[in-house]
């Protein structure tokens, strides 16, 4: 382990934590209590190592970041072929919430769009609603190392303002892009991004994608590895909203953003990158978790397509191993 990680993601903290453009999220009551001061940074590594600044157990509501798992979900229970006539790949370049759907093959733009992801949760395998719930924090216990729990305050505001969300799944419905069981998929996708989640644990899980699928803390398997490289594209060019491409370019790095201000950006191989800090730009991602993953990105040589320089190598290895 390298004590000059915690240094380094240090003075990245000391450099934002004066950045306050960007406001809290107030589509509902609730999120619009947290403290817009709030900021975190945790790295998690494939050797199981994590480096946290900022109070890293302070928990928020994971919301969109529950995209790309519940995904692998979906293509673990029925496969990638069945859950492509489903939901397609394609980046919409729309806002999460948008009511776009791609009326051509019948299916919404893709999974990390609310439309998406709404139809990808009603994949989740079991019987029953209350088994629904329970496959689905499996699966998050799974990736995170330890039970999470769904915020009920949350949750009640979600689900008693979703109209728009409601309006998307009958739509899909009218389509018949989702089966006729509304309510219930909607309680279930409420309850998905009303999950409690800290820094610690974003990092953690997207150290098992960036680890093929094997948390690296606990050593259980989170996901196939086969699938890990579904989720990550997907993360790659869909994963922030409306504001995916600039981020592919700039960053370069698969990841997904929330609106509580998560933000987890996963480096395949070797390690995940997580930030907390609920100041949102217009496009609903975190301000300080963009520029702080800018910054690392060019740090370290982290961009997918890019060598990185001899001097960022240098720090990556000397930081991260
Ligand atoms: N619960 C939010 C919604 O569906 C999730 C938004 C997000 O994080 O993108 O409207």
Request: net charge negative; with cysteine.
């Given at each position: ?14 450099a ?18 947290a403290?817009p ?9 494939v050797?199981g190592?994590v ?6 157990a ?5 919301q969109?970041?529950?995209k790309?798992?519940m ?13 492509g ?13 948008s ?11 893709n999974?990390m ?48 303002t ?5 309006a998307i ?30 820094c ?12 093929d699928?094997?948390?690296p803390?606990?050593g ?9 490289r579904?989720?990550?594209?997907v ?9 995916s491409g600039?981020?592919a ?7 997904k953003?929330?609106v ?5 950006a996963?480096v ?13 730009d ?13 910054r ?21 290895m000397?930081?991260?191993?």
């Open positions: 382990m390298s004590g000059g990680a915690l240094a380094y993601l240090r003075r990245v903290h000391d934002f934590r004066g950045l306050d453009d960007g406001v809290v999220a107030t589509y509902i009551p609730e999120l619009g209590k403290d001061d709030g900021f975190s940074i945790v790295v998690a590594t050797e190592d480096f946290e600044v900022g109070n890293a302070q928990r928020f509501t994971i969109s970041i529950s790309p798992f995904f692998g979900a979906a293509l673990e229970a029925h496969g990638r072929e069945e859950v006539r489903r939901v397609g790949v394609e980046p919409s370049g729309d806002a999460f919430n009511i776009l759907l791609d009326e051509k093959s019948n299916r919404p733009y999974p769009v609310n439309a998406g992801a709404i139809a990808t949760t009603a994949m989740l395998p079991g019987a029953t609603r209350p088994e629904r719930g329970k496959a689905m924090l499996e699966l998050f216990r799974r990736y995170a190392g330890h039970s999470l729990t769904v915020d009920a305050a949350v949750y009640a505001s979600e689900s008693t979703g109209h728009r969300n409601r799944s009958y739509l899909m419905l009218n389509f018949g892009m989702v089966p006729d069981r509304i309510e219930e998929i909607l309680e279930l996708y409420f309850a998905q991004c009303s999950t409690l989640v800290s610690r644990d974003l990092a953690i899980m997207g150290a098992c994608l960036a680890n699928g094997v948390n803390v606990t259980e398997r989170a996901i196939r590895q086969d699938y890990v579904d989720l990550l594209s993360m790659y060019t869909c994963g922030l909203y409306d504001f600039e981020w370019y700039h960053v370069g790095l698969p990841a953003s929330g509580a201000g998560g933000l987890l996963v395949p191989g070797r390690m995940a990158i997580a930030v907390f800090s609920p100041r949102l217009a496009r609903g991602n975190s301000v300080r978790g963009i520029a702080v993953c800018r690392m990105a060019e740090d370290l040589g982290l961009h997918v397509f890019d060598r990185g320089t001899p001097a960022a190598i240098g720090r990556l000397q930081f991260f191993r």
